[in-house]
């Protein structure tokens, strides 16, 4: 019994050895994007626990199993929050409570996902031969700058749901040429790598339901080099957790790197908290608009992701709710609304899902 033993433990590490990743027994990056919450801590708002005390919604969000935190960073947006001021600031904070750290590079002053990617305005004018200075100044800037007070980040996103690219135009994939973004992710890779080697560099894209293997496949084939794959997944664009897990096997499969979800959420009303449509108000079938059915759905993307060998997941802005002033345009964060109030683990009041839990 002993060698067979032996022999299966060494079996394991030679795959691991051969660049496949071991298949995930539990989740260790059991994250949630908390862009929005230093505005609205700046604004008042007021978050409580299950019991209904008003606690730092960081410290509830510990409490309910978050070990990471993920931050966006736009390059220059008007509202002069998601800055890298307001990142290190953040930052700080964030490695106080004892989490890690991710930063997701836009490189924007707004939002960029898989329907746009704008080039900051810094930026505007600059070729390709430019752009590939500028990701590689700026991500080593950031980088070193939350290094050096003592906040280094764990693992960084070169761009934000770059499903056909980033920094559009000359970023873009077209006609299925991936060269353009193979130079700007080395950029970003190699600026990351020289700032702190054991940061992880993170890919992530939207395509879960589809092209998973056309976008990976065609930044490999330029020599890009990264260390987590990163997907989107809510279940109202993109498709089944059947389907999910199969893409995250694929993934794992194919590119012999570690998967995680770095984007879910799901709707707990159908109401709206404010003038501002709702990004979705029909939910999944099987998860009703409710607490539970919030929580439930969370769970079973945990579930599927875990079974299929991922080794984090992401829960988007849970601690969005509407509180006024904290709008979603950062040319108009004063008077834009809220998309997400629905989407939130925290009511309108600031209580958050008593049911809801990250679990390894």
């Known amino acids: 019994m002993k060698r067979i033993l032996v022999a299966l433990v060494l079996c394991v590490a030679a795959t691991a050895t051969a660049?496949?990743?071991?298949?995930?027994?539990?989740?260790?990056?059991?994250?949630?994007?908390?862009?929005?919450?230093?505005?609205?801590?700046?604004?008042?708002?007021?978050?409580?626990?299950?019991?209904?005390?008003?606690r730092d919604p960081l410290d509830i969000l510990k409490s309910v199993g978050v070990n990471y935190a993920r931050l966006r960073i736009w390059n220059n947006p008007i509202s002069g929050y998601n800055n890298k001021a307001k990142v290190l600031q953040q930052a700080r904070a964030i490695k106080a409570k004892g989490l890690k750290l991710m930063v997701d590079f836009h490189y924007s002053d707004t939002w960029a996902d898989?329907?746009?990617?704008?080039?900051?305005?810094?930026w505007s004018s600059h070729d390709i031969s430019r752009l590939q200075t500028d990701v590689y100044d700026y991500t080593y800037d950031v980088c070193a700058s939350l290094k050096a007070q003592g906040t280094t980040p764990d693992s960084v996103?070169?761009?934000?749901?770059?499903?056909?690219g980033m920094l559009w135009p000359d970023g873009q994939v077209t006609n299925n040429n991936f060269t353009n973004l193979g130079l700007l992710l080395k950029a970003g890779y190699n600026a990351t790598k020289a700032c702190n080697s054991s940061t992880?560099?993170?890919i992530h894209t939207a395509r879960v339901e589809s092209g998973a293997r056309w976008f990976y496949d065609g930044i490999?084939?330029?020599?890009?080099?990264?260390?987590?794959?990163?997907?989107?997944?809510?279940?109202?664009?993109?498709?089944?957790?059947?389907?999910l897990s199969g893409v995250i096997a694929d993934m794992r499969s194919r590119y012999g790197k570690d998967v995680i979800i770095a984007e879910t959420a799901y709707p707990f009303t159908a109401d709206n908290a404010d003038s501002t449509r709702n990004v979705d108000t029909?939910?999944?079938?099987?998860?009703?608009?409710?607490?539970?059915?919030?929580?439930?759905?969370?769970?079973?993307?945990?579930?599927?992701?875990?079974?299929?060998?991922?080794?984090?997941?992401?829960?988007?802005?849970?601690?969005?709710?509407?509180?006024p002033g904290n709008g979603w345009d950062p040319a108009d964060i004063n008077g834009s609304g809220n998309e997400w109030d629905n989407m939130a683990i925290f009511d309108w009041t600031g209580h958050i899902n008593p049911d809801l839990r990250w679990t390894p």
């Open 114 to 122: 898989p329907g746009k990617q704008y080039k900051p305005a810094a």
């Open 220 to 243: 490999r084939a330029q020599g890009v080099q990264w260390d987590i794959t990163a997907l989107s997944y809510y279940c109202m664009w993109h498709g089944t957790l059947s389907n």
């Open 157 to 164: 996103q070169i761009g934000n749901e770059i499903n056909t």
């Open 282 to 323: 029909s939910g999944c079938s099987g998860y009703g608009l409710t607490w539970r059915g919030q929580q439930a759905n969370f769970a079973a993307v945990q579930s599927t992701a875990r079974n299929a060998g991922a080794i984090g997941v992401f829960y988007w802005e849970p601690t969005w709710y509407a509180v």
């Open 200 to 202: 992880q560099v993170i």
């Open 19 to 54: 660049g496949q990743p071991a298949h995930a027994a539990s989740l260790s990056m059991l994250g949630a994007d908390v862009s929005t919450v230093q505005r609205a801590l700046d604004l008042g708002a007021r978050y409580y626990d299950a019991s209904g005390v008003q």
